[in-house]
């Protein structure tokens, strides 16, 4: 066989292919396009059996009506043509049974996606304030005399607070999918300034003429604050289907059945 054969052989084939591939999407897109009444005839024996058993389990378990849950159904008839023509049943296709099949059309899966910055924020604000108070509580029943060298409510919610808007920030540093991170100097420079901000927020607070504002109060009523604070950061994270820790850079709002 000469090399011009070879290369003409190898053209047809290529163009064989090509058509074949043409052929496959126009049918497809016929399908697509094609009726339910259309479709539903289309049915093997064996899909169609499937679909009535589908539909029967979306009417039970969703309480729908027959045209109500052969409507959730209408979508999928394509794609069970176009894969039974590749020799491939509907249970195969979605690898579910008609019974768990209808409970993902009724509820389907949300994936999680990124917790906001503020929600970051705010959880690990209230995580701080539960460490701190909870410390503070413990030390304050073992030593109710000695308060000087603790610091007053006041402190604890505006160091909280700026603790949970740092680490926040800090974990968005080192999440890969941010992008690359800030220069190794810069992030000790602003770890510094946060620092020496910190103190001079703590020795403002603590002066004598505002020890009004900032109390000490007793470990009893710490604690307390510690248990309601543990309490409504967790609804908080119930209600923005907050996962993962704050002191990993992957929180997300965890993925959902609607």
């Known amino acids: 066989m000469t090399e011009e054969t ?6 047809n084939n290529k163009q064989e292919k090509l058509k074949n591939i043409a052929i496959k999407n126009t049918q497809e897109e016929e399908l697509k396009n094609a009726s339910i009444e259309e479709l539903r005839s289309m049915l093997s024996n064996k899909n169609a059996d499937y679909v009535f058993r589908l539909q029967k389990e979306l009417e039970t378990q969703g309480k729908l009506t027959a045209d109500a849950a052969f409507a959730k159904i209408a979508d999928l008839l394509p ?25 993902e059309l009724l509820h389907p899966y ?9 929600q970051k924020a705010v959880d690990n604000a209230l995580l701080m304030i539960v460490i701190f108070t909870g410390l503070y509580g413990v030390m304050g029943l073992f030593d109710t005399k000695n308060t000087t060298g603790q610091n007053g409510i006041l402190v604890i919610l505006v160091v909280s607070t700026l603790f949970g808007i740092s680490m926040a920030k800090y974990n ?18 602003i770890s510094l300034a946060f620092i020496l901000g910190l103190v001079a927020i703590i020795w403002l607070l603590t002066l004598p003429g505002l020890s009004m504002l900032n109390p000490v109060l007793p470990g009893m009523v710490y604690l307390i604050i510690a248990v309601a604070t ?29």
């Open 6 to 11: 070879k290369e003409n052989k190898i053209d």
């Open 230 to 258: 543990y309490g409504i950061r967790y609804w908080f994270r119930k209600q923005y289907h907050i996962v993962g820790s704050a002191f990993s850079s992957t929180t997300t709002q965890g993925g959902q059945n609607k």
């Open 79 to 103: 794609e069970i043509v176009i894969a039974q023509r590749k020799g491939q049943p509907a249970n195969s296709l979605f690898n579910a049974s008609p019974k768990v099949k209808a409970d």
């Open 110 to 118: 949300v994936p999680p996606k990124e917790t906001a910055f503020w």
């Open 172 to 189: 968005e540093w080192l999440d890969p999918a941010k992008g690359a991170r800030p220069q190794v100097l810069k992030m000790i420079l």
